[in-house]
């Protein structure tokens, strides 16, 4: 698997729909890491994957804003989300903090699912 990393001249509009693209993926993170610590609270074991597919099947289809974004973008805030456990249960980290607005904005993106398009 190979990755690349680059640095994108970008205008408003670009900008714009990178930073809702990121702004979706922390939502993703903090929405299923505030369900992980519920139902662990209420005695479940729960699991990046399970708390995929509630958000697929209940929670994206009430919100209108998420179809306009990448399904990818989300999915790999799960993956994330159940990698950052992952290290924690090892003893390799922390445990997961949610993510704040302007700290490290990111998101993973693939070459699957809906493409961001970025004319010019």
């Known amino acids: 698997m190979k990755s690349i990393r680059t640095k994108l001249k970008l205008n408003n509009q670009q900008k714009t729909l990178l930073a809702q693209h990121a702004g979706y993926s922390r939502w993703v993170y903090n929405w299923g890491l505030s369900l992980w610590n519920a139902a662990y609270k209420d005695g479940y074991k729960p699991n990046a994957r399970k ?3 509630v958000f697929t099947n209940h929670t994206k289809p009430l919100i209108p ?3 306009k974004l990448s399904s990818r973008v989300y999915q790999y805030a799960f993956r994330n989300l159940g990698e950052a456990f992952k290290r924690f249960f090892q003893g390799l980290g922390k445990y997961p903090k949610f993510k704040k607005k302007g700290r490290s904005d990111s998101f993973t993106i693939d070459n699957c699912g ?3 398009e970025l004319n010019g």
Request: aromatic share 12%.
């Open 51 to 53: 708390l995929r597919e």
């Open 65 to 67: 804003w998420m179809k």
């Open 114 to 116: 809906k493409p961001i």
